[in-house]
């Protein structure tokens, strides 16, 4: 046993860097476990100053000094980030209270319809168990309004948090922008001079993650602003909610889609039934989503983030488990991450070890 753990100490361990890489992934492992939501809002504010650095960058390839590059891209980042906050964000919460509200009338529909079932197919539901699956349904969505009452009632702390982030987070990525090179100048004075391994791992880190960040958000805007506007054109009930549901759900590969359908299609069948608006809704959604996974994703994407639709899940599980909503925001850069250092690490050819004295 002992000799198997000395071959891989020295197949993997044997540099110096690599056993500084350990360390660095077990510090960071351990403090997004332990302090993960108070960070939270620090490593938002560099994932946006990320995609602002990038119009930056362009900006200043176009010829404009790295002062206006810098200035042109955070007012940027600051209308999107305010418009959002201040407009969008209200009225997405008015029509999910709304959506909340009208529930009971959507469970009436729901028993109504469901009320021919026992008749055409007595061995599969009865009336009694109808009446029953009714019944629960009333007592949660019971639990449900009195939830976001409570809520709501209860909510000054939180709406205080969100506040001291909407002023936070705009500081810091103004400082993360304005001080760039200083800031990772200071980082590098802790690693040694000469680390190959680390410039390797962020070399590919860098370009993967540069991809997937700006295409991600481009994708997102595109997905969630085409789908709100084609459900304000059909005339669906919540666009802005099942619109902003839709945008976000491209986050989450293949789960997000599958999720995001239900809502969807709930909203537009209590709206209108079995018709043939609600099938032209449902029509006009699946071909968003059709144009969004075969036409969209390989061209804002390419093959830069190369990860299978199991190792995706898989990441998605993993750091959702241990780290909520923020971890899967960074599921995949985060699995990108593994799989850089994983393609990156030394290994050497080891010679037998020994054998004891005989």
Partial sequence: MLDIFKKWYRRYLSDEESVLLLVLLTVSVTLLMTIGDILAPVLASIVLA??????SAQLQGFGLPRWLGVAVSYL??????FGFCFALLPLVWRQMLSLVSQMPDMLETTRQFLGVLPERYPHIVSRVQLSELIAVAQTEIAGLG???VKRS???IPGILTVMVYVILIPMLVFFFLKDRESIIDWIAGFLPAERPLLQRIWGEMNEQFANYA???????LIVGSVSYFAFIWLGLDYAALLGLLVGISVIVPYIGAALVTLPVVMVGFFQWGLTSEFYSMFV????????DGNVLVPLLFSEAVNLHPVAIIMAVLFFGGIWGVWGVFFAIPLATLIKAIINAWPSQELKELPGPAS
């Fill in 153 to 155: 009632l209860a909510s």
């Fill in 146 to 148: 009195q939830t976001v």
């Fill in 284 to 291: 006009v959604y699946l071909f968003i989503q059709v144009l």
């Fill in 214 to 220: 700006r295409g991600k958000v481009l994708e997102m």
């Fill in 76 to 81: 940027v980042f600051v209308g999107v980030f």
């Fill in 50 to 55: 990320y995609l602002a650095q990038g119009l």
